[in-house]
């Protein structure tokens, strides 16, 4: 089968088509045949060695999101057959013809969705909705989200309003952007290099991090949280935290699934049904073929995509 791998760590020149065997699903593992990938920030950090820890073991297969049909089963799994169409986080390897996918992590597609706009929805829908419900913006006036026009952040604007915050901020690098989040539902949008993001909020939902965190924490009002839910790094100023009485929480899905299985799997159901209902549109920016990989990951460097951008084996 044709997988995308890289052997060295740098930009998207370093992504190469290869030919390798076909995987054996493990303990709790499906084997799925893909027929939609999603490229994420942190997959392309981690091609630049930029990751959680500086870097992962080479070679490496990047990719973290995968939806298509199920071929094979690992052992000790339940609760799904060979044929199921499904979609799962993987962490790694889904950039590939085949994918291992934790079976805790998979869910069934709905009649009729198509695999590119269930992972425009899925992934990028559960980090919305975690990073929400770990901020807890039930009577919270104000949200702002950096990364508004991304695949999570746009996502993020619509669950924000759906849960009823009156003021909905989408921070992002242009303002060719704006139409398109005004479009969604948010109330102001805001560029980074703007002297101001206008009045203080109550929450932050930071997809950005690096230098741009501490201007999100600034963004907050007395006894603000800001949620940080990137893989950017970035510095919190500690005396920020004291002087306002503010709270960062950090948050990754991995953890998130493991140790809220019930919410997790409601989030999900809560996603199909939103979108079902055409009240949340996951918003797919190019679709492009696995061999053009390199050119998806230009798309997301440069922060030119409004919404998902997914490859197609």
């Known amino acids: ?11 998207p020149e370093v992504l190469r088509v290869e030919e390798v065997g076909t995987p054996e699903p493990g303990p709790g593992e499906l084997l799925v045949r893909a027929e939609a990938i999603g490229v994420t920030l942190p997959v392309v950090r981690r091609v630049r060695g930029d990751g959680k820890g500086g870097g992962v073991p080479l070679p490496c297969v990047p990719g973290d999101e995968i939806a298509g049909e199920v071929v ?20 790694s390897g889904a950039y590939g013809e085949l994918a291992l996918a934790p079976a805790f992590m998979a869910g069934r597609l709905p009649a009729g969705m198509s695999a590119a706009r269930a992972v425009a929805l899925v992934r990028p829908g559960h980090v919305a909705l975690a990073a929400l419900s770990t901020a807890a ?82 963004a907050l009002a007395h006894g603000g949280r800001l949620i940080f839910f990137n893989s950017g790094g970035g510095t919190v100023p500690a005396f920020e ?22 919410l997790y799997q409601r989030h999900r159901a809560q996603l199909w049904e939103l979108a079902g209902a055409g009240r949340v549109r996951a918003v797919v920016h190019a679709e492009l073929p696995l061999a053009d990989a390199a050119k998806a990951h230009e798309i997301i460097e440069a922060r030119a995509n409004l919404g998902k951008v997914v490859l197609v084996p």
């Open 72 to 91: 094979a089963l690992g052992p000790e799994v339940t609760g799904f057959a060979v044929g199921d169409r499904v979609t799962s986080l993987t962490f």
């Open 137 to 218: 913006p039930i009577g919270a006036e104000s949200v702002l989200i950096t990364g508004a026009a991304g695949a999570t952040g746009h996502l993020a604007v619509q669950l924000a309003k759906i849960q009823g915050v009156p003021r909905v901020v989408a921070a992002v690098g242009s303002a060719a952007k704006a139409e398109f989040l005004y479009g969604l539902g948010a109330d102001e949008v805001v560029t980074y290099d703007q002297e101001s993001w206008g009045e203080p909020v109550d929450i932050v939902l930071d997809g950005v991090g690096g230098d741009l965190l501490p201007r999100a924490l600034g």
């Open 1 to 11: 089968m044709r997988q995308i791998r890289f052997h060295t760590y740098g930009g």
């Open 241 to 262: 935290l004291l002087a306002g009485s503010k709270t960062v929480t950090g948050l990754t899905m991995r953890r998130f699934a493991a140790v809220h299985q019930d």
